[in-house]
């Protein structure tokens, strides 16, 4: 069993910067991959950003390039997501997730546990 818990959202105006953690029990952190999405209003979930299990190998989706940044801690359980530049396109529940394989994933339905989500909101 894994459970996972997010916490750093908030509101920040456009320009901003916050950074999530995602706090992870378990003893299969160290041999997962793990990714974040989020979910607008009227959306789909959308992938955001994934990290290999050992944090050699990272990938995002195109509209966050260059400004998101996810990193991992496995002595700590924990992944991270920090971004900066926000604009308010970004506003979303973001939520972590893990994947049982070792490779980063793009599809949900790769992963198997995810995280409540923590609210991001960036004003205008």
């Known amino acids: 069993q894994v459970t996972l818990v997010e916490s750093g959202g908030g509101l920040v105006q456009a320009g901003g910067s916050l950074r999530l953690s995602c706090a992870a029990s378990?003893?299969?952190?160290?041999?997962?991959?793990m990714g974040w999405f989020r979910q607008a209003p009227g959306r789909n979930r959308e992938f955001v950003a994934a990290?290999?299990?050992?944090?050699?190998?990272?990938d995002y989706t195109d509209s966050v390039k260059g400004r998101f940044t996810i990193s991992r801690d496995n002595a700590k359980n924990t992944v991270y997501l920090q971004m900066n530049s926000l604009k308010p396109e970004d506003t979303a529940v973001y939520s972590c997730?893990?994947?049982?394989?070792?490779?980063?994933?793009?599809?949900?339905?790769?992963?198997?546990?995810w995280g409540q989500g923590t609210q991001v909101t960036v004003s205008s």
């Open positions: 997730a893990r994947t049982p394989y070792t490779s980063i994933k793009y599809a949900p339905n790769q992963y198997d546990y």
């Open positions: 990290i290999d299990y050992s944090g050699s190998s990272v």
């Open positions: 378990g003893r299969t952190f160290s041999r997962s991959a």
